[in-house]
């Protein structure tokens, strides 16, 4: 069983209903409309992806609704989205990218990207971009003809280059994923979401590799 209308609506309860009594009420309803289908499509989705990764070892992780006591802010102990990714397992001192899908009581999203790049991993992507733009080039045109995911992040305040040197959308980023964002709606309750996601990360691949090896690369100076 798939995300229904009760997924969304739960998501929505637990918003507004933030705290521990409301959530333990409604812990069996969390676990049939939220926990499982999300648990579900992820192993489907990795199954279904890591067989295209070749030698890549990549783990999946799905998020937890419990939030970090360390870091409430002032918000409830319970996310009100959940997501999972797929990932190189986490080592000391590397930077790598992710796939990822999230859902939210408004949307719904997938990608590839960083959570937060390093400043020296862009400083790295510049540096090869210097030195070679034809691969990242090759890549931006793809990325623009299939027109299912797009360039986000935060740039910095001062720009590292002009707005007329090619692939400066890129250069000029702190850190970046490549999106596609919805409202939720049909597509979310789908049988074919899976299959979707698994091409989409399918075509990513490519960037992926491209970006996993930047903390490989000489530091620039």
């Not at 676990?31 to 890549?56: H, N, S, T, W």
């Not at 996310?79 to 990714?85: E, V, Y």
């Not at 305040?157 to 709606?185: G, M």
Request: glycine share 4%; aromatic share 14%; with cysteine.
């Amino acid at each position: 069983m798939g995300f229904t209308e009760n997924t969304i609506r739960f998501m929505w309860n637990i918003r507004f209903n933030n705290e521990k009594s409301w959530f333990e009420a409604h812990k069996a309803e969390y676990k049939a409309v939220l926990e499982r289908p999300m648990q579900m499509l992820a192993r489907e989705v990795y199954e279904g992806f890591i067989p295209e990764c070749g030698d890549l070892d990549l783990m999946l992780h799905v998020s937890r609704i419990h939030r970090d006591a360390r870091r409430l802010h002032g918000r409830g102990p319970y996310k009100d989205h959940l997501w999972f990714t797929i990932r190189e397992p986490d080592r000391e001192g590397s930077d790598k990218p992710a796939f990822w899908f999230e859902l939210t009581p408004e949307t719904w999203s997938y990608g590839m990207g960083y959570y937060l790049a390093k400043a020296l991993t862009m400083e790295k992507l510049r540096a090869r971009i210097d030195s070679n733009p034809r691969p990242l080039m090759k890549l931006a045109r793809e990325l623009a003809l299939r027109k299912e995911f797009v360039l986000e992040g935060e740039d910095y305040a001062r720009p590292k280059c002009p707005p007329d040197k090619p692939l400066s959308e890129w250069y000029n980023k702190k850190t970046f994923s490549l999106i596609h964002e919805e409202k939720v709606d049909d597509a979310v309750f789908s049988p074919d979401l899976r299959q979707r996601l698994i091409q989409g990360f399918t075509f990513l691949l490519p960037f992926y590799r491209y970006f996993a090896t930047l903390d490989q690369d000489v530091t620039p100076r």
